[in-house]
């Protein structure tokens, strides 16, 4: 018995659906193994704009204060794209994220050896991958000033701007630091220092940091070219630490390894609460369908469980059944082809839970 808490964010589009098919196999664990959770929904997102008139309601981030954990579908669509900056469905997000501290993003990356066929990558080099991206969350060009479109001297301008700060810098890269440290010790830190004097900071920081770790083999790579090695040799990285654009553009890229964005999940933590997402979106191409893909969800429930409710065992339960479900041929679109069997979203969930244990 526990009692712990969670707060669920459905969110938008296919939010409501992975996060369902989410919940209950997290229920099903947590049964397996004798542990117990209470649990809350709130809104955030266009569906809380729609219901509250904010994309983060008072009551949400509230809850999710109090709460052991967060567990998030996604947030945004087309039906709120043209509402004013300050209300989009993505502010939702990206104020939870300041709101709870959350400055590490990691985003573990790997194929699962019953996919090895789907990953466009040469089949010698698909099971060298097993990366670990962490990703800077809470600074950056994400946070820094901007100024929407308005005419400047004649011309339409709009400008954002990429500020890092060291402590931002060094917390950032301790994570990664000690991430690596129980892996296989190499940490890739990727930047524009050529261009960006943010980068530049960043590489200058990140080299003192690492020196606190003398087991740990620091290097440094332009994100132009790791976008390409990503590609081309992913067995080379261990760790990624990045900057917040740079690691949400190259986790989709480095996604396209595993098959498919819908098997990835990521832990956001930091100061407060840890909040658990896939890494895609709400899909408002295949929302309310009953086709996207739950396992990115019920792989970050698992991290949920390991690294916020203090129980592994639920956690390596859940891993080593999506692991199973694949080897046995379920599919779910995204993933599918000729000879496996399809099913919904919420069919995977079930099959899941039928190999839990
Ligand atoms: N964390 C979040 O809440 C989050 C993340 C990314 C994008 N978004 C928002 O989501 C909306 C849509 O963004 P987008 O279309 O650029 O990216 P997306 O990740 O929602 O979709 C990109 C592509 O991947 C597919 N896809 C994504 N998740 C899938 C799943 N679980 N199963 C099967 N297929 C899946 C979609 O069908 C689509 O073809 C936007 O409003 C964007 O801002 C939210
Ligand atoms: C929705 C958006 C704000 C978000 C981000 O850019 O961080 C998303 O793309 C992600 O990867 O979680
Ligand atoms: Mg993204």
Wanted: charged share 20%.
């Amino acid at each position: 018995m526990s009692n712990k808490h969670i707060v669920i964010i459905p969110g938008d589009g296919i939010g409501v659906e992975i996060t369902a098919a989410a919940l209950n196999v997290a229920k099903a664990a947590a049964d397996k193994c004798g542990f117990s959770f209470s649990y809350e929904i709130r809104q955030a997102g266009g569906a809380a704009l729609d219901k509250f008139g904010v994309p983060l309601p008072e009551a949400t981030i509230a809850a999710c204060r109090q709460a052991d954990g967060v567990l998030l579908g996604a947030v945004g669509g087309p039906e709120w794209d043209h509402v004013a900056p300050e209300l989009r469905a993505e502010k939702a997000i990206l104020g939870l994220r300041k709101e709870l501290g959350l400055y590490a993003n990691l985003r573990p990356i790997k194929v699962f050896p019953a996919l090895a066929g789907q990953s466009p990558l040469k089949p010698e080099l698909v099971s060298s991958v097993d990366i670990l991206i962490v990703r800077e969350l809470n600074g950056g060009i994400y946070y820094g000033d901007k100024k929407e479109a308005a005419i400047i001297d004649g011309v339409e301008k709009a400008s954002d701007t990429e500020v890092y700060s060291r402590p931002e810098i060094e917390r950032i890269v301790r994570m990664a630091c000690r991430a690596a440290a129980g892996r296989r010790g190499r940490v890739m830190s990727v930047d524009k220092a050529n261009v960006l004097a943010a980068s530049r900071l960043w590489r200058k920081v990140a080299v003192e940091v690492a020196q606190e770790f003398p087991q740990i083999e620091l290097t440094h790579m332009y994100v132009d070219n790791c976008a390409m090695q990503l590609v081309l040799n992913p067995g080379s990285f261990d760790v990624l630490v990045t900057s917040n654009l740079f690691g949400d553009i190259l986790s989709d890229e480095a996604a396209v390894l595993s098959g498919s964005i819908g098997l990835l999940p990521s832990a956001s933590l930091g100061d407060g609460t840890g909040l658990y997402e896939p890494i895609h979106g709400s899909a408002p191409d295949i929302a309310g369908k009953g086709i996207a893909n739950p396992l990115g969800t019920i792989l970050s429930a698992a991290m949920l469980f390991r690294y916020s409710l203090g129980n592994s065992q639920a956690a390596s339960m859940m891993e080593q059944a999506v692991e199973q479900v694949l080897a046995d041929g379920y599919r779910t679109q995204d993933i599918y082809q000729q000879a496996f069997t399809k099913v919904s979203t919420e069919a995977m969930g079930q099959q899941v839970i039928a190999r839990l244990g």
